[in-house]
């Protein structure tokens, strides 16, 4: 079976690998952070545009007042659960091989919600006042309501912020001393501040490991809820097609989906950009896919499902929506997230799919292109066929909503390289203890071979 | 009486646990070794069959977080529903709507569970305080360190038997 690293890389080429990853990335590094710059900036172009002759900029109206933002806001919290499975799920689990990868997925998952974070703020249209949906004394009588999910949103997605920077800061603290102990100028500078004086003591490594498993203990938990009180923003309401009671597993089986998908993509970009082939290995990459598969049958067997209660339900509000969506103006976008999201994870099942890093990297791009898909018909069929047949209307994005859309993917990408620039994209420390682990358990298996060939030996002598 | 401190740089962890056991042995015997540490690039929970189980007090934070996050999760939220209550002018709500503050509590409970932890951390691990000078930037590449505090009687010693233990380099500095 082919392993799924090396076991001959020294620990000092580990260092001197992922550092220098950092000094010196390819061409197509800086090709990416331009175009992420111009594409921030002209979304940045739309929003002022936006603020400038309101909302109606954004053809937002009645009855279609969230449109693409909320379906975008709901794709990329999705997203961030990537770093939370990668990370939390398999370091409980014990799966070291999500070692050399759970870096860059924990900081996807930072990075998405700070990009799900602006599109409350961008609908909102007066920004200025978005501190009305905090709990604060309610000294001017605006007694935010603790009964609707849209506050509980607020404080889910501030937690799910800030646990999840803790909990990729700490876990680079060991890197970041590598990092203070083998650069110079300001990069020392800033590691030597964040590295907290970290020197690797038996003391600072007993408590680390208890603090890291506490922290993916509570994370996991803290990524469900996250993605319930979202979808609550939808179930909670009665409008057809949302009020459905499998939506808050069904969200969070999307967000798995959509993350894990994001993993693959960004994963062949590492290993691309940095030139990671000794740690970013084809059978790390294969176990990621076939997580992939089984998320996605998740999420088409709660899909199925919906779709079952609703046609069996026989509630016809509900039942026009699906049919709305099937045959309706919406339907080849409806049809294309069937399509994408249903049929093509099952080309991750192809070896020969697996090992070409085009096509693969084609088809992670389609599965989120589908899991975006989802959110918007999510969000707009409902509303063009609500309960109230006079309100009845299709909301189709012009440039302000598509250039913010296509910005927010940008912002994304371009914290992402920031990040992999300054910081370390791959654990060092954890890559040399799997390394390790993985060489004593060979050695002893050895061993244990020698021991039983002795005996044999011994019993055929006598 | 004075006292020294030596850091021995070793290639891997089998060769420091053995100088750790000699250690061990010697302070049993005689004393003179008031403190050992170890500093390695990746960690070694089997260090603890050498010196024993250490402590780790990361959970009573993280215990003490959540209780606290979670009574000021209900606080919030009931409190703010009471002054909520009375400016409302239609009737028939709850005065402290439990399953709906059931979401500020529970996350409440994780936020401050999570920022315990964190500061249990930095307190347990002896984080933000000047480590010393006996450090060398190849621990964080692939040997394996030493540190001890002997007296000075145990000194000499203490040194060659780090020497005898294939150490690959023996710092020292005497205890201001």
């Given amino acids: ?462 | 009486m004075s006292r020294y401190r030596l850091f021995a740089l070793f290639d891997n962890f089998a060769e420091a646990r053995e100088a750790i056991i000699e250690l061990k042995v010697m302070d049993l015997r005689e004393g003179g070794v008031e403190e050992m540490r170890m500093k390695s690039p990746i960690p070694h929970p089997e260090l603890e069959e050498v010196i024993g189980a250490r402590p780790v007090f990361v959970q009573r934070f993280t215990f003490i977080g959540a209780v606290l996050g979670a009574i000021g999760g209900f606080l919030l939220t009931a409190g703010l529903s009471q002054a909520t209550f009375t400016v409302q002018p239609q009737g028939g709500k709850a005065i402290i709507p439990f399953p709906t503050d059931l979401v500020i509590i529970y996350e409440g409970t994780i936020l401050l569970g999570v920022l315990a932890t964190v500061l249990g951390f930095f307190l347990g691990a002896k984080l933000l305080r000047r480590g010393g000078t006996l450090y060398s930037s190849k621990v964080s590449e692939d040997q394996v360190g030493l540190w001890v505090e002997v007296l000075d009687s145990h000194y000499e010693k203490v040194k060659t038997m780090l020497w005898s233990h294939k150490a690959n380099e023996v710092m020292e500095e005497e205890v201001p």
């Fill in chain 1, 1 to 462: 079976m082919e392993e799924d690293i090396r076991k001959d890389i020294k620990w000092a080429q580990i260092n001197r690998d992922v550092l220098h990853s950092m000094q010196r990335p390819r061409r197509v590094y800086w090709i990416m952070l331009s175009v992420c710059i111009a594409l921030v900036g002209a979304g940045a172009y739309a929003v002022a545009y936006q603020y400038n002759y309101g909302m109606g900029a954004a053809l937002l109206n009645r009855p279609q007042m969230w449109g693409l933002y909320i379906a975008t806001f709901v794709f990329w919290i999705g997203v961030s659960h990537s770093g939370t499975l990668l990370s939390a799920i398999l370091h409980i689990t014990q799966s070291d091989w999500r070692k050399p990868i759970y870096r860059s997925a924990e900081a996807m998952t930072a990075f998405s919600v700070m990009t799900a974070g602006l599109f409350p703020l961008i609908h909102l249209g007066r920004i200025w006042d978005f501190y009305w949906t905090m709990p604060y004394p309610n000294e001017r009588s605006l007694w935010p309501n603790f009964r609707s999910p849209l506050l509980w949103d607020l404080v889910a997605i501030m937690t799910y912020l800030t646990s999840s920077l803790l909990f990729l800061y700490i876990g680079m603290i060991p890197d970041l001393a590598i990092c203070r102990d083998n650069t110079t100028g300001w990069r020392h500078k800033l590691y030597g501040v964040l590295a907290l004086g970290w020197q690797g003591t038996d003391r600072q490594w007993r408590n680390f490991r208890v603090t890291y498993l506490l922290m993916a203990c509570f994370l996991i938990p803290l990524a469900v809820s996250v993605h319930s009180i979202v979808a609550s923003d939808f179930a909670m309401s009665i409008m057809p097609g949302w009020h459905v009671t499998s939506f808050p597993p069904y969200f969070v089986s999307g967000a798995l989906y959509s993350g894990c998908a994001g993993i693959i993509t960004l994963f062949i970009l590492l290993r691309y950009t940095f030139r990671y082939e000794d740690y970013l290995t084809f059978p790390i990459l294969d176990k990621v896919c076939k997580l992939t598969f089984a998320i996605a049958m998740v999420w088409t067997y709660l899909n199925l499902i919906e779709f079952a209660s609703v046609w069996y339900g026989h509630n016809m509000f509900d039942k026009e929506v699906l049919i709305e969506k099937a045959s309706g103006p919406y339907a080849p976008f409806w049809w294309s997230m069937i399509v994408l999201g249903m049929i093509l994870p099952f080309a991750l099942l192809s070896h020969r799919i697996r090992r070409n890093m085009k096509l693969l990297m084609t088809v992670s791009l389609l599965l989120n292109v589908g899991m975006w898909l989802e959110r918007w018909m999510i969000v707009s069929p409902t509303l063009a066929k609500n309960h109230e047949p006079y309100t009845w209307a299709y909301h189709w994005p012009g440039w302000v909503e598509l250039t913010i859309l296509a910005a927010s993917f940008a912002w994304f990408t371009l914290l992402f390289l920031i990040f992999v620039k300054i910081f370390p994209s791959v654990s060092m420390y954890e890559v040399k203890e799997m390394l390790y682990h993985r060489r004593h358990v060979s050695d002893r298996l050895e061993r244990e071979a020698d021991d039983d060939s002795l005996v044999v030996a011994k019993e055929e002598a006598s």
